[in-house]
């Protein structure tokens, strides 16, 4: 019995060994064909052996604007790209002996270290063995960035990066690689290249380098930000003598040598480099983006992928360059007085001084804390290293560009939450070819981009949808509305209010009601047109986020982006129709030939009816006139031009905007915090008149200064139909009368049910009386109009 069972243990043992066996030739032949795959290109084309011959005689691509104005370039080498003859021979030997310190004796794929981290990472789970990864497939991965590929990604581009490392190790020397590593790779603080490193960091070109300054650097590469010797002095330190022990390591250095420095800090003499001062830096991060996604559907000649850097392309695009400086200049100019009302108008309660719960969500949520946290550090350790103070640069106002302050990294946080954002857009209504881009107020501090990426509440900049919706429908633009308040009980009692009483005892016209930008009369004028109709029409115009089926989407609490905004509001100016709204003309190749066009698109849809769209302008262009919310373009900036267009502030005044309308160009202006909890306290300063507006009216100063601009600047409006002009004529205000003001008891907000699953197009009973009482020969008049 027992011999019995001995067998069947060695029969079961044998086969399980034979199906681990055949476990693991299934598993090498399934890595094996992934790898071949790869190899193949079916996960994305590799580099071949001529894409990469010629990287180092790579060409920029050069972007021009509309008039072939040079805006930018995309190069894979910095502009103060070095050789191998200026790299110090300290900098060269930190860099293998703390990267790859086989480098010299493998040929792109470093299999001991490869080994070492499978077994130290991937089976016993320490992270601290590193990436495995030689320079050349470091080089690789700087060379032509990882894309998505879902679950199997880093697999993919691991895979990817050895045998491109491979391939470069073939063609090019140990010396050209290095080179071209150095010359590639990020150093911290948005530092491209070991040139513009030491320039910034050190205030010497890299030939001039000492030993602690190249292992700093050095030093950083492992990770940008917690080894920045300006943010984290301590850190970077410790990391640098790091780099100079693994010199003694590999006999690079002497023991006696890294003992006399290690003690000894780096000093460093951080300067500026310029490398943001370019023109339209937001456009041309939209015009990398989108130029490198409609690269991908094209290839050259011989099958290979562009390569958006190294192949010398021209891409077109649609911006204005002479537009787009003056635009930057006035957002320049207004923005300094604006930061300083806002600051003074908190005063000492300001949020980013005096609230203990706004500053430490600062800290917490803030990138640096939770990288700490990660680490393993407790509160207190990471509030002490976060208030350690050093010089960094420093962008406000009041010095119109970077300066050196000495600061700790909450002193940061607290600045640059208090400090306002802004946007401009402006685009051509005919053809939504965008002239000017501006996605913020500094692209080195502020990378996030407000045209497309932000969508905030865009306040009365959505009441002229409602006003044509209300046309549409047949609402007469001489009825006059009454303005009183008016409690809707089913929108849990929700009052939309005007900020003041004026006008609870007026009916208003349209043309009043819109110049006004009065609340209450926008509210009645959606719920006469009906929420459906209001939200088609602004669908149709070309708004595609999520409109909110409430009353209160007339007061703008839908979220929009700057663009989408500026697209629908072509409908005031486009004939009634929408428009897209696109950057990129064409791209050719080095040769000439082209590459892309972009296709002329149909005529969209008309979203409104002539009729509609003439009063719209009129009414428009009166809120630019005197009595307007818009009227400052005339007093204060004297510009005499035709120009339309409509003010917006959201609640709390969390969000200035204007849309400025002229018959060739469509803008859109926004300034707001970008911290939610930051407002203006007053109106006066936080209202969009007088935060979002001066961009507007600052920049056409500017256009009707330059000659060049004259097709825009003195262009007008078409002349009204008499019909128009006749609907048009009547008065704004009427006062409400004795019969009108019974219907209001004790001067309180009458109550309403606005419904919701079925907003009716018609007047309520109450507001049908009213109309009554406002005259009998008003209604005659309404008879014998012709149905618009």
Same mark, same amino acid.
């Given at each position: 019995?027992?011999?019995?069972?001995?067998? *069947?243990?060695?029969?079961?043992?044998?086969?399980?060994?034979?199906?681990?066996?055949?476990?693991?030739?299934?598993?090498?032949?399934?890595?094996?064909?992934?790898?071949?795959?790869?190899? =193949?290109?079916?996960?994305?084309?590799?580099?071949?052996?001529?894409?990469?011959?010629?990287?180092?005689?790579?060409?920029?691509?050069?972007?021009?604007?509309?008039?072939?104005?040079?805006?930018?370039?995309?190069?894979?080498?910095?502009?103060?790209?070095?050789?191998?003859?200026?790299?110090?021979?300290?900098?060269?030997?930190?860099?293998?002996?703390?990267?790859?310190?086989?480098?010299?004796?493998?040929?792109?794929?470093?299999?001991?270290?490869?080994?070492?981290?499978?077994?130290?990472?991937?089976?016993?789970?320490?992270?601290?063995?590193?990436?495995g990864s030689t320079i050349s497939q470091q080089l690789a991965k700087n060379l032509f960035p990882r894309e998505k590929n879902g679950k199997l990604g880093?697999?993919?581009?691991?895979?990817?990066?050895?045998?491109?490392?491979?391939?470069?190790?073939?063609?090019?020397?140990?010396?050209?690689?290095?080179?071209?590593?150095?010359?590639?790779?990020?150093?911290?603080?948005?530092?491209?290249?070991?040139?513009?490193?030491?320039?910034?960091?050190?205030?010497?070109?890299?030939?001039?380098?000492?030993?602690?300054?190249?292992?700093?650097?050095?030093?950083?590469?492992?990770?940008?930000?917690?080894?920045?010797?300006?943010?984290?002095?301590?850190?970077?330190?410790?990391?640098?003598?790091?780099?100079?022990?693994?010199?003694?390591?590999?006999?690079?250095?002497?023991?006696?040598?890294?003992?006399?420095?290690?003690?000894?800090?780096?000093?460093?003499?951080?300067?500026?480099?310029?490398?943001?001062?370019?023109?339209?830096?937001?456009?041309?991060?939209?015009?990398?983006?989108?130029?490198?996604?409609?690269?991908?559907?094209?290839?050259?000649?011989?099958?290979?992928?562009?390569?958006?850097?190294?192949?010398?392309?021209?891409?077109?695009?649609?911006?204005?360059?002479?537009?787009?400086?003056?635009?930057?200049?006035?957002?320049?100019?207004?923005?300094?007085?604006?930061?300083?009302?806002?600051?003074?108008?908190?005063?000492?309660?300001?949020?980013?001084?005096?609230?203990?719960?706004?500053?430490?969500?600062?800290?917490?949520?803030?990138?640096?804390?939770?990288?700490?946290?990660?680490?393993?550090?407790?509160?207190?350790?990471?509030?002490?290293?976060?208030?350690?103070?050093?010089?960094?640069?420093?962008?406000?106002?009041?010095?119109?560009?970077?300066?050196?302050?000495?600061?700790?990294?909450?002193?940061?946080?607290?600045?640059?939450?208090?400090?306002?954002?802004?946007?401009?857009?402006?685009?051509?209504?005919?053809?939504?070819?965008?002239?000017?881009?501006?996605?913020?107020?500094?692209?080195?501090?502020?990378?996030?981009?407000?045209?497309?990426?932000?969508k905030r509440q865009v306040g009365s900049t959505f009441k002229p949808f409602v006003y044509a919706a209300a046309l549409e429908s047949g609402v007469d633009?001489?009825?006059?509305?009454?303005?009183?308040?008016?409690?809707?009980?089913?929108?849990?009692?929700?009052?939309?209010?005007?900020?003041?009483?004026?006008?609870?005892?007026?009916?208003?016209?349209?043309?009043?009601? =819109?110049?006004?930008?009065?609340?209450?009369?926008?509210?009645?004028?959606?719920?006469?047109?009906?929420?459906?109709?209001?939200?088609?029409?602004?669908?149709?115009?070309?708004?595609?986020?999520?409109?909110?089926?409430?009353?209160? =989407?007339?007061?703008g609490t839908a979220e929009l982006s700057m663009t989408e905004l500026a697209e629908a509001y072509c409908v005031f100016v486009n004939q009634g129709r929408?428009?897209?709204?696109?950057?990129?003309?064409?791209?050719?190749?080095?040769?000439?030939?082209?590459?892309?066009?972009?296709?002329?698109?149909?005529?969209?849809?008309?979203?409104?009816?002539?009729?509609?769209?003439?009063?719209?302008?009129?009414?428009?262009?009166?809120?630019?006139?005197?009595?307007?919310?818009?009227?400052?373009?005339?007093?204060?900036?004297?510009?005499?031009?035709?120009?339309?267009?409509?003010?917006?502030?959201?609640?709390?005044?969390?969000?200035?905007?204007?849309?400025?309308?002229?018959?060739?160009?469509?803008?859109?202006?926004?300034?707001?915090?970008?911290?939610?909890?930051?407002?203006?306290?007053?109106?006066?300063?936080?209202?969009?008149?007088?935060?979002?507006?001066?961009?507007?009216?600052?920049?056409?100063?500017?256009?009707?200064?330059?000659?060049?601009?004259?097709?825009?600047?003195?262009?007008?409006?078409?002349?009204?139909?008499?019909?128009?002009?006749?609907?048009?004529?009547?008065?704004?205000?009427? *006062?409400?009368?004795?019969?009108?003001?019974?219907?209001?008891?004790?001067?309180?907000?009458?109550?309403?049910?606005?419904?919701?699953? *079925?907003?009716?197009?018609?007047?309520?009973? *109450?507001?049908?009386?009213?109309?009554?009482?406002?005259?009998?020969?008003?209604?005659?008049?309404?008879?014998?109009?012709?149905?618009?």
């Open positions: 019995m027992a011999k019995k069972k001995e067998v *069947e243990g060695r029969t079961w043992g044998k086969k399980l060994i034979r199906f681990g066996v055949k476990l693991m030739v299934v598993g090498v032949s399934i890595f094996a064909l992934f790898i071949t795959s790869i190899y =193949l290109g079916m996960w994305g084309a590799l580099p071949n052996q001529k894409t990469l011959e010629n990287i180092s005689n790579s060409q920029s691509t050069i972007v021009y604007d509309k008039h072939e104005q040079i805006i930018g370039k995309f190069y894979l080498f910095d502009r103060t790209s070095i050789s191998f003859d200026d790299l110090p021979e300290h900098l060269v030997q930190g860099l293998v002996a703390t990267e790859d310190a086989r480098f010299y004796s493998h040929s792109g794929i470093d299999y001991l270290s490869m080994g070492r981290v499978l077994v130290k990472t991937l089976i016993l789970g320490d992270r601290s063995s590193g990436g880093l697999a993919i581009a691991k895979i990817k990066e050895a045998i491109t490392a491979q391939r470069l190790e073939k063609i090019y020397s140990k010396e050209d690689i290095i080179t071209l590593y150095l010359n590639t790779v990020s150093f911290p603080d948005n530092a491209y290249g070991i040139e513009s490193a030491a320039r910034k960091f050190y205030n010497k070109p890299v030939s001039a380098l000492d030993l602690g300054e190249s292992a700093s650097l050095i030093g950083s590469l492992k990770a940008t930000n917690t080894y920045n010797p300006r943010i984290h002095p301590e850190k970077s330190q410790s990391r640098r003598n790091v780099v100079l022990y693994q010199m003694v390591k590999y006999d690079y250095l002497t023991k006696e040598r890294y003992d006399e420095i290690k003690e000894t800090p780096t000093a460093l003499q951080y300067t500026k480099v310029r490398t943001a001062d370019a023109t339209a830096p937001y456009f041309l991060e939209q015009v990398r983006l989108k130029a490198k996604k409609l690269l991908s559907k094209h290839v050259k000649g011989d099958e290979s992928q562009y390569n958006l850097y190294t192949d010398g392309l021209r891409i077109y695009t649609t911006l204005d360059l002479g537009m787009q400086r003056k635009a930057e200049e006035a957002l320049r100019e207004h923005m300094p007085t604006l930061q300083r009302s806002f600051e003074n108008n908190w005063g000492e309660m300001a949020p980013w001084k005096s609230d203990r719960n706004f500053i430490n969500n600062l800290i917490i949520q803030s990138p640096v804390y939770k990288h700490l946290k990660v680490a393993g550090y407790t509160h207190q350790e990471i509030l002490d290293s976060m208030s350690v103070k050093s010089d960094m640069p420093w962008f406000d106002w009041d010095h119109d560009e970077e300066a050196l302050m000495n600061a700790s990294t909450i002193d940061s946080l607290k600045h640059y939450a208090k400090l306002l954002n802004a946007g401009f857009l402006a685009l051509e209504p005919t053809t939504g070819a965008i002239q000017v881009w501006i996605g913020g107020v500094n692209h080195n501090y502020y990378k996030y981009d407000h045209v497309n990426q932000s633009p001489c009825d006059h509305i009454s303005g009183k308040t008016i409690t809707y009980t089913n929108f849990e009692n929700w009052t939309p209010s005007n900020g003041t009483d004026e006008y609870d005892d007026k009916y208003l016209s349209m043309q009043a009601a =819109l110049t006004r930008s009065i609340n209450t009369v926008a509210v009645k004028m959606m719920e006469k047109a009906g929420v459906d109709r209001v939200m088609d029409l602004a669908k149709d115009a070309g708004i595609h986020s999520h409109l909110p089926r409430v009353p209160s =989407l007339a007061l929408g428009q897209e709204a696109y950057m990129i003309a064409s791209i050719v190749d080095a040769d000439g030939e082209d590459i892309y066009t972009r296709e002329k698109p149909r005529p969209k849809e008309q979203v409104i009816s002539e009729y509609t769209y003439q009063i719209m302008q009129e009414l428009l262009q009166a809120v630019t006139e005197a009595g307007g919310t818009g009227s400052r373009l005339r007093w204060k900036y004297k510009l005499d031009n035709d120009i339309a267009g409509k003010t917006g502030t959201t609640q709390s005044n969390r969000d200035g905007w204007f849309v400025g309308l002229t018959p060739n160009l469509v803008t859109v202006s926004w300034v707001g915090a970008d911290n939610p909890g930051l407002y203006f306290k007053d109106t006066r300063y936080g209202q969009g008149a007088n935060s979002a507006l001066p961009i507007f009216g600052l920049f056409y100063q500017k256009l009707n200064a330059d000659q060049d601009y004259r097709s825009i600047t003195q262009a007008q409006f078409a002349t009204p139909d008499q019909e128009v002009m006749e609907d048009l004529d009547c008065v704004g205000v009427e *006062e409400e009368n004795f019969f009108q003001g019974l219907f209001t008891k004790d001067g309180k907000p009458k109550e309403k049910s606005y419904d919701q699953e *079925e907003p009716s197009d018609d007047y309520d009973q *109450e507001e049908s009386k009213e109309e009554e009482d406002k005259g009998v020969f008003k209604k005659l008049k309404k008879l014998f109009k012709r149905n618009k």
